[in-house]
């Protein structure tokens, strides 16, 4: 027999009202050929389980300590005794020695308060499904749906075009949340299954796209107008960061493309940059954000709105 299809999830978020219309549950899979410096999802980057670690959850070595025990590389240790404002009293945490961590997942087991988890889970299609489902009265009433994002989605292609053709056959609105840097012949195979694309457009200048980002954006436009001309609806999202593609000249850009696009782009959706993230890389034991910047104000998010609105585009600012 053979075995069913998984993917490495990462979360499964219900109630989503910014990934697409109505009321949603987002799929998030692990994964993605990108590395935006703004990334504020870092464990949606790496296809394999990672191990995290949140300080404030530990509840310290002098009442369990049972991942000392349980590391079988000895990577983690006890670290320095201090207070704790959370728990009102002083205490000894650990320290996780991110060199020697193999990402196996054993101390994650034996911590009861979840201090220590694994991000990035294998679910078969079909348990997906049975987790969206239940949220189908919600989507009915509010014309929402399932969002399949990432991470790059497209790339776990066989798990995800699994996915889109099961949601379908469910029922359900689907929406596809891509950065589009995948080859034609995938995306094209997921335009039966697909209501919208939530479409990234990060800037319009490929040597800049290539520096900053890591790829190109050649591929990324050329599967935009194909989507288009297949009769797809695109729902583009520009995420402003500072210094890098935030002046007037790329944002106008970025609109005269959409224009190309006609009747395909259902909205533009501005996503001003944060740094909310941050925390999120200290649980996997990196550094902080590679980009550093004060999020545009809300005068400048207007401007850009007011710009693209110029030019006879429909603009949101989320």
């Given amino acids: 027999m053979k075995n069913p299809i998984t993917g490495k999830i990462y979360d499964i978020q219900g109630f989503s009202v910014q990934d697409g219309p109505g009321i949603r549950t987002t799929v998030f899979l692990k994964g993605c050929p990108l590395r935006c410096p703004w990334c504020h999802s870092p464990e949606s980057q790496q296809f394999k389980s990672q191990l995290c670690w949140m300080e404030m959850r530990c509840v310290g070595v002098d009442l369990c300590g049972l991942c000392l025990e349980a590391c079988p590389k000895g990577a983690i240790h006890p670290g320095e005794r201090v207070y704790s404002e959370l728990k009102k009293k002083e205490m000894q945490s650990v320290v996780v020695d991110r060199d020697l961590c193999d990402d196996c997942g054993e101390c994650a087991k034996v911590c009861y308060a979840e201090a220590l988890y694994m991000c990035g889970k294998d679910y078969t299609v079909s348990e997906v499904i049975d987790r969206v489902i239940k949220d189908k009265p919600f989507y009915d009433k509010s014309g929402g749906g399932v969002t399949i994002s990432g991470g790059e989605a497209l790339a776990q292609p066989e798990f995800t075009l699994a996915l889109l053709k099961a949601c379908k056959e469910n029922g359900l609105h689907v929406a596809l949340d891509t950065t589009g840097f995948a080859k034609w012949e995938l995306v094209k195979q997921t335009l039966p299954y697909v209501d919208l ?16 980002i890591g790829v190109p954006n050649e591929r990324i436009l050329e599967n935009a107008k194909r989507i288009a001309e297949a009769g797809g609806k695109l729902q583009v999202r520009i995420p402003v960061i500072p210094q890098f593609n935030d002046s007037r000249e790329n944002i106008k850009k970025t609109g005269e493309f959409c224009k190309t696009l006609g009747d395909a782009v259902t909205l533009i959706q501005l996503l001003p940059y944060h740094n909310l993230g941050n925390m999120k890389y200290e649980r996997l034991g990196r550094k902080a954000l590679l980009l550093e910047a004060k999020p545009p104000s809300d005068r400048k998010m207007n401007v850009l709105k007011e710009l693209l609105e110029g030019m006879g585009l429909p603009v949101s600012i989320h």
């Avoid at 990060?202 to 796209?209: E, P, R, V, W």
């Fill in 197 to 212: 694309y939530l479409y990234d457009l990060k800037h319009m200048d490929s040597q800049k796209h290539q520096t900053v």
